[in-house]
């Protein structure tokens, strides 16, 4: 057996020795985002540092927890923070908590970013709900021999997001008047934030919004047949003709506003899922 995946199921197995789990939905939960955990029934939480093999989250507005429990009736396993390639992982780690929730039992993935729009339409605060995505990372984690078990040497990407979750979601939040958005979401490694070249580039290859993860994430989980949703929170404007500086602590600032309007929008998605 490969060893990744070894370590994988190594992990998967010491979490359900704790927890006698079994997750149908799990969810990322991006920079400043961690507030929909108030609204589970915590059955379990464990900080990565005690899951063995799991990696650590070292950036400020990434909590570094795992939570077990309900919401909107299903059960759940939710990332309080995420990992990032910038952070020096190699794409095996980013992707590896993701193949560890495919064998803890998950059917679906969500995944929420926060990301600097592009898109002259779009307004700090806005939503955007991914239908598509560009890679910009200067890899891929399915990279290597490929792991038979989880999945095809060359999957298919043609439809990463999932569309009736995507109509779902837009449903759900022209429901309650939220300005949401939906569009393309460009990868990039970060830290750095983008130049006002780069963010005219990427805008011009097609892409509404950028940000520093949930790619890789992505691309293992269609590999595994799983089917994702994702939504961005804008949290800053890049390209515009009017130029305006970006740090994390006011990325995070208005990840904070808007996250109670993602927090209903992934709510009632479950909720439509479970029906």
Do not use: W
Request: aromatic share 8%; with cysteine.
């Amino acid at each position: 057996m490969d060893t990744r995946l070894t370590e994988v199921k190594k992990t998967a197995a010491y979490i359900q020795a704790i927890t006698s789990f079994q997750p149908d939905i799990g969810i990322v939960l991006g920079s400043g985002l961690g507030g929909l955990v108030n609204e589970i029934n915590i059955e379990h939480s464990l900080d990565y540092a005690q899951i063995e093999g799991f990696p650590v989250s070292t950036v400020e507005g990434h909590q570094g927890r795992l939570i077990f429990g309900t919401l909107s009736g299903s059960k759940v396993v939710v990332m309080q923070g995420r990992f990032h390639f910038y952070e020096g992982y190699g794409m095996d780690k980013v992707a590896f908590p993701i193949r560890v929730m495919k064998f803890l039992g998950i059917k679906r993935l969500l995944l929420s970013n926060a990301s600097g729009g592009m898109n002259p339409k779009f307004k700090v605060g806005d939503l955007m709900i991914i239908d598509d995505h560009i890679n910009l990372f200067p890899t891929n984690p399915l990279i290597g021999k490929n792991i038979d078990e989880l999945g095809p040497r060359f999957p298919d990407m043609s439809c990463p997001y999932d569309p009736s979750m995507i109509t779902m979601a837009k449903s759900i939040a022209d429901s309650h008047q939220f300005p949401t958005h939906i569009g393309v979401y460009a990868g990039l490694t970060g830290p750095c934030f983008e130049t006002r070249a780069e963010y005219r580039y990427i805008r011009s290859i097609g892409a509404d919004a950028v940000g520093m993860s949930t790619v890789p994430e992505v691309i293992v989980a269609r590999h595994m047949g799983i089917p994702c949703f994702g939504i961005s929170i804008i949290t800053d404007l890049g390209g515009m003709d009017d130029v305006q500086t970006v740090s994390h602590e006011e990325v995070l600032k208005v990840a904070k506003e808007s996250e109670k309007k993602m927090t209903v929008i992934i709510k009632e998605l479950i909720q439509s899922i479970a029906l």
